[in-house]
């Protein structure tokens, strides 16, 4: 597996869950690399391990073996406060269920990550602006996420999620709840913001509708690799992406 | 950190029931204290000014002697050349006037029976000038114009011992200076009550006059000293006492306090009293908050973990529920205070009264004083006591796995 350049690497990574006396393997020796811009579906039947690898790679979980780093960082080696501020800086996440606070607005939801991070009210108000315009909800910012649309929350869960300009944008599931018009929408609005931001995009989905949009499909099954395709007919796609050789 | 504030002042309001409930537990907790505090500290305050005003004064002027021996024969240890002490006390700042008094006893009888008496010698004039009136119940206080040679006030209790009326008359009998007995008639011009049952069934008083002659001495026991207020007696006592120094005896002085034995055991029983509704009240707001914010973390795992993937710190989010707990207690505690405050005013209004405590022979008015140092260590108090409640469950959520707490149902 070439990783010169890449930005996040699964190098062996297997993570086991302990259950009574026995453990589940979720990940079995998985090695990946996505290079910076990439668009990138993580696809599989449930319990492939697609949302294990995506928890492994936005540093929310630890490998019970082999390693995860992002711009070469090995993250297994950061202390707690480390890990969190790379996860603070670098990456955005996407949840099926958007997990929007619910007693803020779209636009102060949107504001959440510039506040912990410390960025001055001007500045956080110009990004949070941008980034509301960026998903087409400038006239929805001062509206509490139960009195928006499925697909509305879902763009201010984007919105949050490219705000304080990551460098990788997770997405579990993210048109799960979606419908199909919601759904495309939100594919369109993450294909353009992959284009136009050029943000790296890794996504778990079981879309149809999505995974023809995507130029590279990582597919899962029993916590292995089984293909990792890529097709250059659609946009999007790096010239040097990464291929999948088995572990290092 | 205005945003954080707006999100933990929103969070208290996102289940508008329980908040309500909390609010009235932390508010009817303050108000519970501001009302038992305010009440124990009007009594507190009407039995310490009942104490001055019933004789007590707010200072006592006494020979040293007085205190370091008993007695051998009556008023040997008396202030002996009291006018001239009381002259000089009279000048000190803040003194408003001066009160000779004798301590004495004896035997009473009405001829059939006798009975052992307490007595309490004065002068009218300066008492009454004090405003030491006695709380005669039937018949009246000392007069100018009585044809009685000897007039007194007998308590309640002593009088309905004796069988005596207004007009009637008693022998008193009591030791001299010189070790004798001697004797005095006197006709009771009034019956008075002290308020404490114990001391009206002993309760005599006879003028000062009355007393020396009983008593065959020129001396006094004390010399009671009235204030301008209360508030002044340490500085008085301070511009008094060396006044007294070089008057033949050797003198001291006794603070109101000093003398005042019932009242500091039942100012020392409220505060009990008082301080165990406090601890009560603390726990209490205590073990239901705990409750309460548990419930909102457990209500609030997924958000929690949201924020934690999002690189959000974990003392943001102890911060975060603190921050919480602390807005609930200031709300609980400005709705305690004003729900005191409005419940004591209604109460004082209602003109209520309670039925006289054990000892005491009068009903007591129901009054309740609004105290800013109680309302103010009563909302420290909550608000101490939330934010306490609120590290359990802060700690509790700052240390949530982040991929469980999003897969939370």
Redesign the interface.
């Given at each position: 597996m070439d990783t010169r350049d890449a930005l996040v690497t699964a190098a062996d990574v297997t993570r086991t869950f302990p259950l009574d006396h026995s453990a589940v393997t979720a990940l079995d020796h998985v090695s990946l690399a996505v290079k910076q811009g990439e668009f990138l579906a993580i696809s599989g039947p449930s319990g492939s391990g697609k949302s294990t690898l995506l928890n492994l790679i936005g540093c929310i979980d630890k490998p019970t073996g082999g390693r995860i780093l992002i711009d070469g960082v090995d993250t297994s080696q950061l202390s707690p406060s480390r890990t969190s501020a790379l996860r603070r800086e670098k990456i955005g996440f996407v949840f099926q269920t958007f997990n929007l606070i619910p007693v803020f607005t779209a636009a102060e939801n949107v504001e959440f990550p510039l506040l912990v991070q410390g960025i001055g009210s001007a500045e956080r108000r110009k990004r949070v602006a941008e980034a509301l315009e960026n998903v087409g909800l400038s006239s929805r910012a001062n509206h509490r996420p139960d009195l928006l649309s499925g697909g509305e929350r879902q763009r201010v869960a984007v919105a949050r999620a490219i705000v304080h300009r990551p460098e990788i944008v997770l997405a579990d599931e993210p048109t799960a709840n979606l419908d199909t018009h919601n759904a495309t929408q939100l594919i369109d609005l993450m294909r353009e913001l992959n284009r136009s931001l050029g943000l790296t995009f890794i996504f778990s989905t079981h879309d149809q509708r999505l995974l023809e949009h995507t130029p590279r499909i990582v597919r899962l099954t029993d916590g292995r690799i089984a293909s990792d395709e890529f097709s250059s007919s659609k946009p999007g796609v790096p010239n040097d992406s990464f291929s999948v050789v088995g572990v290092d | 950190m205005g945003?954080?504030l707006l999100?933990a002042f929103?969070?208290v309001f996102?289940n508008r029931r329980r908040t309500a409930m909390t609010l009235l537990m932390v508010g009817g907790g303050v108000a519970a204290l501001l009302l038992g505090g305010g009440y124990f500290r009007f009594m507190s305050q009407g039995l310490r000014e009942s104490t001055i005003r019933n004789g007590l004064g707010h200072l006592q002027i006494f020979t040293a002697e007085h205190f370091k021996r008993d007695e051998i024969h009556v008023l040997d240890t008396g202030i002996e050349n009291w006018r001239r002490v009381a002259s000089v006390a009279n000048a000190a700042p803040h003194v408003r006037g001066i009160a000779p008094r004798i301590e004495f006893y004896g035997m009473v009888s009405n001829g059939q029976k006798s009975s052992v008496y307490m007595g309490s010698a004065v002068d009218p004039a300066a008492e009454s000038g004090l405003g030491f009136n006695p709380n005669v119940v039937e018949g009246t206080n000392f007069t100018s114009n009585s044809k009685a040679d000897v007039q007194a006030l007998v308590g309640t209790g002593l009088a309905k011992s004796m069988n005596v009326k207004v007009g009637d008359g008693l022998t008193l009998l009591a030791v001299t200076s010189d070790g004798a007995l001697n004797g005095v008639d006197v006709q009771v011009t009034g019956i008075v009550r002290t308020g404490i049952a114990d001391l009206d069934a002993r309760y005599m008083r006879i003028t000062l006059d009355s007393a020396q002659r009983l008593l065959e001495s020129d001396r006094v026991t004390n010399l009671v000293v009235g204030l301008d207020s209360t508030a002044n007696t340490d500085a008085a006592y301070d511009a008094l006492l060396p006044r007294l120094r070089g008057l033949g005896q050797e003198m001291t002085m006794k603070k109101w306090l000093d003398l005042a034995t019932y009242y500091k055991q039942v100012r020392g029983m409220f505060d009990g009293i008082f301080l165990f509704m406090g601890v009560i009240v603390f726990f209490m707001v205590l073990m239901a908050s705990v409750n309460t914010l548990l419930m909102a973390m457990f209500e609030r795992t997924?958000?929690i973990g949201?924020?934690?993937?999002?690189?959000?710190?974990?003392a943001?989010i102890i911060g975060l529920f603190m921050a919480e707990a602390t807005v609930l207690g200031v709300l609980g505690a400005a709705l305690g205070v004003t729900a005191g405050n409005l419940l004591g005013m209604a109460l004082n209004a209602s003109g209520l009264h309670l039925p006289p405590p054990p000892g005491y022979t009068t009903p007591i008015a129901f009054r309740v004083l609004h105290i800013p140092g109680i309302m103010i260590g009563s909302s420290v108090m909550v608000v101490v006591s939330l934010a306490m409640a609120s590290i359990l469950p802060a700690v509790r959520a700052s240390r949530l796995q982040?991929?469980e707490a999003?897969s939370h149902v």
């Open positions: - | 945003k954080f999100l929103r969070n996102r997924r958000e949201t924020m934690l993937a999002m690189g959000t710190p974990r943001w982040i991929v999003l």
